[in-house]
């Protein structure tokens, strides 16, 4: 049964740029329906900062994910010692990426990413690049107590990744 042909091949994509701007990257070929492992679709990292990207493209709009995706994410990430991150691309755009406590909750406890919103609001590869270079930055504070203020991580766990 053939899988997602155009999500493979942004995710091929993404593996490509983020090679090219010094990332050392893998795409999780097994991420998915595959396999009954919680794994993002993507690692990446340059030695000072490392993700865990579970990507997401369309040429609609808006891009949801479900909540037990999001979950999956962030418990692989903070297990592995990654960043976890969001990364979604419409057509016509670049990748934007964000934390997970960045997306909009709906009501039902699924996430949602607008095109406006990713345009405007999303962090670049290029962005990615340069948290490695100024890694403790307050920005990272910033994301961890925005995680904990949404529910996202607990005390005891905003704890552990500030330590």
Aim: glycine share 10%; no cysteine.
């Amino acid at each position: 049964m053939p899988g997602n042909p155009k999500g493979d091949r942004r995710e091929r994509e993404l593996v490509n740029r983020l090679d090219e701007a010094g990332f050392a990257v893998m795409r999780a070929p097994a991420s998915g329906s595959s396999t009954d492992r919680e794994l993002p679709d993507v690692l990446a990292g340059d030695g000072d900062v490392f993700y865990a990207v579970e990507a997401k493209s369309s040429s609609g709009d808006p891009i949801y994910l479900t909540g037990e995706e999001v979950e999956a994410l962030i418990y692989f990430a903070r297990n592995f010692g990654a960043a976890p991150k969001v990364g979604v691309r419409f057509d016509r755009e670049d990748w934007a990426f964000f934390h997970p406590s960045d997306l909009h909750t709906t009501d039902g406890g699924n996430y949602r990413v607008k095109k406006e919103t990713a345009v405007e609001d999303g962090e670049s590869i290029a962005d990615l690049k340069a948290a490695g270079e100024a890694s403790g930055s307050d920005r990272s504070v910033a994301e961890v107590l925005n995680a904990v203020e949404q529910g996202v991580l607990s005390m005891d766990e905003a704890e552990a990744m500030l330590e």
